[in-house]
């Protein structure tokens, strides 16, 4: 007897869950991480010229967490330090700002994106991973085309915050399933749909929507599965979209393979010569692998 796809699939569905309620979602995810909502703060006050550096570091001080782990960094051997310092303002002056920028990154990655989750089973390190990733490579395609990494860079290591906040909710309510098994060979979103009635990413655009930031951020989240269908902030939505993608060539990307349709629309949006992919793909793992020296300090 040979069994079809969807016999297996059936032994693997779970029993019935109640589809994901919204309201309650966004309420249980008050116990998620707050630091995402404060770099986009210093993010802008970072990127300044005009900003002091007292000023930024009366931002981070309001974070304890925050401070302990810059002074960590900048106390540690990748900086060649040979002075232990103490006071925030001078370890900001140690490194400078545009290095603050990058240590805040990967900071805040760690606090809110090293988590495992089951539900899709996806180990911390791999979540973390796959975050960083998008937005370092988000940051890279902003910087090329010249335009403020910021909210790119938010953008790209929120995308997937919506299965972080799926996972919560399921722990919470004591029904967790492996949607990934569950789905098999299928789309992961359209699993997503058939068990919990909703997908992460129309999750996770709910919560970055709740939590108040802009637009220009949470728009792309909400896009990124049709992002050619998007009917505005077409270049953000791009930045997303390229950016995932750049992230899944970093194990090899061969030259020959035509580009898929979503990279094919992107180019354009954001003046991108299709020639300049290979050189984009190497800038972001680089990046990427700099970010990831940086982030085994704090693990």
Same mark, same amino acid.
Request: hydrophobic letters at 40%.
């Given at each position: 007897?040979?069994t079809?796809?969807?016999? /297996?699939r059936?032994?693997?569905?779970p029993?019935? /869950? ?8 966004? !309420? ?12 986009? @703060? ?25 401070? =302990? ?16 310092? +103490? ?5 900001i002056?140690r ?15 760690? $606090? ?9 089973g ?48 399921? !722990? @919470? ?9 569950i ?8 699993? !997503? ?16 929507r ?17 992002? +050619? $269908? ?7 939505? #791009? ?7 750049? +992230? ?14 979503? /990279? ?7 003046? /991108?010569?299709?020639?300049?992919? =290979?050189?984009?793909?190497?800038? #972001? ?5 700099d ?9």
């Amino acid at each position: 007897m040979i069994t079809t796809n969807s016999q /297996i699939r059936e032994t693997r569905m779970p029993k019935k /869950i109640d589809p994901i309620s919204i309201p309650l979602l966004l !309420e249980f995810s008050t116990s998620l991480p707050a630091s995402p909502r404060i770099f986009t @703060r210093l993010s802008s006050l970072v990127q300044n010229e005009d900003t002091g550096l007292d000023y930024v570091a009366s931002i981070v001080k309001m974070d304890p967490g925050l401070t =302990a782990h810059l002074l960590r960094v900048t106390n540690s051997a990748y900086y060649g330090s040979t002075v232990k310092l +103490t006071d925030i303002e001078s370890a900001i002056a140690r490194i400078g700002l545009n290095e603050v920028h990058k240590v805040l990154c990967v900071i805040i990655a760690h $606090d809110s994106f090293y988590q495992a989750l089951p539900s899709y089973g996806v180990t911390a390190t791999e979540y973390a991973d796959e975050c960083i990733a998008v937005g370092v490579a988000s940051e890279v395609l902003a910087k090329r085309i010249g335009i403020d990494m910021s909210a790119p860079y938010i953008a790209g290591l929120l995308h997937a915050i919506g299965k972080l906040a799926i996972n919560l909710y399921l !722990e @919470r309510l004591e029904t967790m399933v492996d949607l990934q098994a569950i789905a098999g060979e299928n789309s992961i979103y359209d699993t !997503e749909m058939e068990v919990l009635g909703v997908t992460s990413w129309q999750t996770g655009f709910e919560l970055l929507r709740h939590w108040q930031f802009e637009p220009e951020i949470w728009q792309p989240v909400r896009q990124q599965e049709s992002p +050619t $269908d998007s009917d505005k902030y077409h270049k953000q939505t #791009a930045i997303l979209t390229f950016s995932i993608w750049i +992230t899944r060539q970093f194990s090899g990307f061969d030259f020959e393979d035509e580009l898929p349709p979503e /990279i094919q629309w992107a180019l354009p949006k954001l003046g /991108i010569d299709p020639l300049d992919v =290979a050189s984009l793909i190497d800038e #972001a793992r680089f990046e990427f692998n700099d970010r990831q020296n940086l982030f085994s300090m704090l693990i």
